[in-house]
């Protein structure tokens, strides 16, 4: 585990690291802003963001956004739940807060992004110098240091540059290789090694010059208002599935597994819909998914409701067959555990990207898929003081990272496979998949 805890100030990304481990305690302050006017005439939220240190949580204009690093923690291997959850108890404890809003979000806060595997991967959680949240018309300003520091005037920030010479390439597997790994997991399944597992593929785009994750952020904050659209770390998407949030002992699940392709005609697509509702192939993917939702949670929970059929959920590429399974956590369970975090770190990987049975879908992912995945797939989100927060799943997401004087950008998708998946649709599923970040990138 390391650790950073860079000196006061607001300007995004500014200040010197402190030695690993420094208990410098941080002074946290939350003041309301004016309410948001019913004429949608305010900047979105994403609009405040300045280039450098820009960290995302965004859902239909609520969520946060951050940037500046007053603290950071890196993680790795089995333990990265545990250990982020121990340094965040330790953070949080010698912290100064003073919120006067004390909603969802308020007051201290950090934004975090965890591997999908034990091995290899880091994970990470940033508390930022800045946070600006919205729920509805409530709009609210923190600010996180390691001294009193002053309140920054918000003002929209410069426009982002469409990215440079975007091309795209393939991915760690080709196409016809990809078909080949799910035949194979195919095969597996109807020999009884496993009943579903998830694997997942990526497509490599290129920039001349580097990426102003800003350009996409805008773009899938508004072709994709339903989803979780998060950005930390250089990894970025927009997620429609909520692993879990926790607010004040409520948890709930947003459990997503069975997938069709929308054609853009509303008529074919309600007859799709109603297609994807009766697929018994699709059922059988969604309800393994639901299962290892509900077995996770409920040690935490003292009640719990699972729907008995899962919903259609329409986005503009695709639709889910999708269950909101909620919960109530008892004050009196043990707290380690039942933060939004340790909530997440049970529950991951669930079977929407996993597989079951877990540890032979894992161990299945790790020797086939020929990939590393990465942060994709793993919980995202943020989390306050008292443990409550939002973790999604990091799909339909993109991993950036500098390459010579441009970006390398790594879109992924992945695919729950069961008996009677047909390679082919599994391959154009996940190009359906890929559209969000494409789409966002500039490419249509
Ligand atoms: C693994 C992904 O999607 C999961 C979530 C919804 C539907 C899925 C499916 O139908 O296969 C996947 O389980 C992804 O988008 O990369």
């Not at 309410?35 to 859902?59: C, K």
């Not at 694997?199 to 290129?206: E, P, S, T, Y």
């Not at 109603?274 to 059988?284: H, Q």
């Amino acid at each position: 585990m390391s650790t950073r805890a860079p000196s006061p100030g607001v300007a995004p990304g500014a200040g010197d690291a402190f030695p690993a481990g420094t208990a410098v305690p941080l002074v946290v302050r939350t003041v309301p802003l004016e309410p948001v006017p019913d004429d949608a005439s305010s900047a979105p939220l994403v609009d405040l963001l300045p280039r450098d240190g820009a960290l995302t949580w965004l859902r239909g204009g609520d969520g946060l956004v951050g940037w500046g690093t007053a603290a950071v923690v890196s993680t790795a291997g089995a333990d990265r739940f545990r250990d982020a959850e121990e340094w965040w108890a330790a953070t949080t404890a010698r912290a100064v807060v003073r919120d006067e809003v004390g909603v969802h979000g308020s007051g201290l806060v950090a934004f975090g992004s965890f591997a999908f595997a034990d091995e290899p991967g880091t994970s990470t959680l940033v508390v930022p110098r800045v946070v600006v949240g919205q729920r509805g018309r409530q709009r609210w300003l923190t600010t996180i240091g390691h001294d009193s520091i002053g309140m920054p005037g918000l003002r929209v920030a410069d426009e982002p540059a469409a990215p440079d010479g975007l091309r795209f390439d393939r991915g760690a597997v080709d196409e016809d290789a990809w078909r080949a790994v799910v035949a194979d997991a195919v095969a597996r399944i109807e020999g009884g090694e496993l009943d579903k597992v998830v694997l997942a593929r990526d497509v490599v785009a290129r920039t001349d010059a580097p990426l102003d994750v800003r350009w996409p952020l805008r773009r899938l904050v508004e072709a994709y208002p339903t989803c979780w659209t998060f950005h930390v770390d250089g990894l970025f998407g927009a997620t429609p599935e909520m692993l879990v949030r926790r607010e004040r002992g409520l948890v709930t699940s947003r459990v997503l597994a069975g997938t069709i392709s929308r054609t853009g005609d509303e008529v074919r697509d309600a007859g799709l819909a109603g297609e994807l509702a009766r697929s018994s192939k699709d059922l059988e993917e969604h309800e393994y998914a639901v299962r290892s939702v509900a077995d996770a949670l409920e040690p935490h929970c003292s009640s719990m409701n699972v729907p008995e059929s899962p919903f259609v959920l329409h986005l503009p590429n695709v639709m889910h067959l999708a269950t909101d399974v909620t919960g109530v956590v008892p004050d009196d369970v043990d707290h380690a555990t039942s933060t939004s975090l340790g909530l997440a770190a049970s529950l991951h990987p669930s079977a929407a990207v996993g597989g079951t049975p877990t540890p032979v879908a894992t161990r299945l992912i790790a020797e086939i898929e020929g990939m590393d995945r990465g942060r994709y797939a793993g919980p995202v989100g943020w989390m306050d003081a008292a443990g409550d927060g939002e973790w999604g799943i990091a799909l339909r997401s993109a991993q950036v990272v500098p390459e010579g004087d441009g970006s390398v950008v790594r879109l992924f998708a992945g695919c729950g496979i069961v008996a009677g998946s047909d390679p082919d649709a599994e391959l154009a599923e996940s190009q359906a998949k890929l559209q969000p970040v494409r789409q966002a990138l500039g490419h249509r």
